[in-house]
């Protein structure tokens, strides 16, 4: 059963006592190359990490840089043997065994699995059942996380551990998807495939949202709801047409990664195609965008906007700009202005 997202914190130690007391050994990676030249100075941040883990060492594995071909035998080998996540690259694999002690140093170290990466701390926390596969996984730099447990199990873990969101078949009801989220006060949201024209308003107790995503064909407008949530770092919408950007979106002052995509479609049916860019909706870019002091990207694919607004100026933060298959007719003088662009697309090139 996958994860929304990570647990972190009470939810965390939680979770890592689950898998102590559920897996034979958990194995940890260190991925970086060894070849000269490469950094590894980072790897004495965490020595302390790996030298209390030491009296729990079981065995340690070594795939060393080499001809891709036999990295993968030699990773497709330790995978047909133990049946993991943890094994994608050259690098070392410490197994460690499962106790009380050796979980402890893992609820010291880290505050939730995505904590489990380099440069911080070697990566990937997986737990390994003795007789194969794992009992809990997480590959970081994917933000993938997860257990093997039924859906029965999983619901009964989430009812007794606050902050431990799994992917239940019952979240196909958004209701009940957004019930769940609330409860465990979860950090990041997916939404797709619920046939949304406009979200509900209880968007709004997501408070703790930092990351929303949003794939609904059919969703038109924006709530208000949505611009409450404060710390809100990273929204992309996808949907075939959207009303407007509404005036609202300054608020959100954390916010670091805006995309909207239309002409996109949840369900396409054969012979699909999206409405020509001149009738979408979106037409143009409010100047409350320059009230987000934090944005980096700003996306907005397939449109009919024909003009930026010269607040865009204030975002001095921006590194990218990227209007694609929009029908401003010439780049704005101001945007010269704006030397920490790294990427400019304004683009009017069609779908087709």
């Not at 994860?3 to 050994?25: C, F, K, S």
């Not at 194995?27 to 100075?41: A, I, N």
């Not at 209701?175 to 709004?204: M, V």
């Not at 909706?281 to 397939?302: K, V």
């Amino acid at each position: 059963m996958k994860m929304h997202t990570d647990p972190r914190g009470e939810a965390y130690r939680q979770v890592i006592d689950l898998g102590i007391q559920n897996a034979e050994w958990f194995v940890l990676g260190e991925k970086f190359s060894t070849e000269p030249g490469v950094d590894t100075s980072a790897r004495e941040r965490y020595a302390p990490v790996l030298n209390n883990l030491k009296p729990y060492l079981v065995k340690t594995i070594v795939i060393q840089d080499k001809d891709t071909k036999e990295i993968m035998k030699e990773l497709a080998k330790l995978k047909n043997t133990y049946d993991s996540h943890a094994f994608y690259g050259s690098g070392t694999y410490y197994f460690y065994r499962c106790c009380e002690e050796s979980g402890n140093v893992l609820k010291q170290a880290a505050n939730r699995l995505a904590d489990w990466m380099y440069p911080r701390l070697p990566e990937d926390l997986c737990f390994l059942k003795k007789e194969g596969g794992d009992y809990l996984y997480s590959v970081v730099h994917e933000r993938i996380y997860g257990m093997e447990v039924t859906e029965e199990e999983a619901a009964g873990l989430m009812g007794r551990i606050t902050g431990l969101f799994m992917e239940l078949a019952a979240h196909s009801e958004l209701d009940c998807l957004l019930e769940d989220a609330i409860r465990h006060r979860t950090d990041k949201l997916y939404i797709s495939g619920h046939r949304l024209t406009e979200l509900p308003e209880r968007i709004r107790e997501l408070g703790g949202l930092r990351e929303l995503e949003i794939f609904e064909q059919d969703l038109y407008r924006l709530p208000d709801g949505l611009f409450e949530l404060e710390k809100l770092e990273r929204l992309i919408i996808m949907t075939a047409d959207l009303q407007e950007i509404p005036a609202s979106i300054g608020r959100l002052k954390n916010l670091k990664e805006l995309t909207i995509q239309c002409a996109s479609s949840d369900r396409p049916v054969p012979g699909y195609q999206a409405n020509p860019k001149e009738q979408i909706s979106l037409n143009r870019i409010p100047p409350e965008i320059g009230e987000l002091e934090q944005l980096e990207r700003l996306t907005i694919q397939y449109n009919a906007i024909r003009g930026l607004p010269a607040e865009l100026t204030k975002l001095k933060k921006l590194q990218v700009l990227d209007l694609g298959m929009c029908m401003v007719p010439e780049k704005p003088d101001f945007l010269q202005e704006m030397q920490q662009l790294k990427y400019i697309n304004l683009s009017q090139d069609s779908l087709w």
